[in-house]
């Protein structure tokens, strides 16, 4: 389909009848689906999507989770620190022509005679 700014939709009759009732949105907490509520709700610029939201959710318990998870990239700095010292060694030990020539050295040795 070639681009155009026109609004298609599959159903033209019924997505102005969800607009006019939504009445609550529920989104993660995290940064970008916080963006998409106050886009939505019309927070963001005068034209609202939906246009009786009176009830914003963010389920702050599911970004908490992530962070958890990946605890990394909620701080530019720590990261910087865990790239240094995992990935940096990491890939230095990978890479080394030293570690590969003890590595093959140490599996010739357990190696059975034969």
């Known amino acids: 389909m070639p681009y155009t700014k026109s609004k298609r939709t599959a159903f033209p009759k019924l997505l102005p009848k969800l607009q006019e009732k939504i009445e609550a949105l529920t989104a993660?907490?995290?940064?970008?689906?916080?963006l998409a509520l106050a886009a939505l709700s019309g927070k963001l610029d005068d034209g609202k999507f939906f246009h009786n939201v009176k009830v914003q959710c963010q389920d702050v318990c599911h970004a908490?989770?992530?962070?958890?998870q990946r605890p990394s990239f909620a701080d530019p700095f720590l990261k910087e620190v865990l790239n240094l010292f995992?990935?940096?060694?990491?890939k230095m030990i990978e890479?080394?022509?030293?570690?590969k020539e003890n590595q093959d050295?140490?599996?010739q040795d357990l190696a059975p005679e034969g």
Request: without cysteine; glycine residues 12%.
């Open 28 to 34: 993660d907490a995290a940064a970008d689906e916080r």
């Open 64 to 68: 908490v989770r992530r962070l958890g």
């Open 86 to 90: 995992f990935d940096g060694p990491a």
């Open 95 to 99: 890479h080394s022509v030293l570690f």
């Open 105 to 107: 050295q140490a599996g």
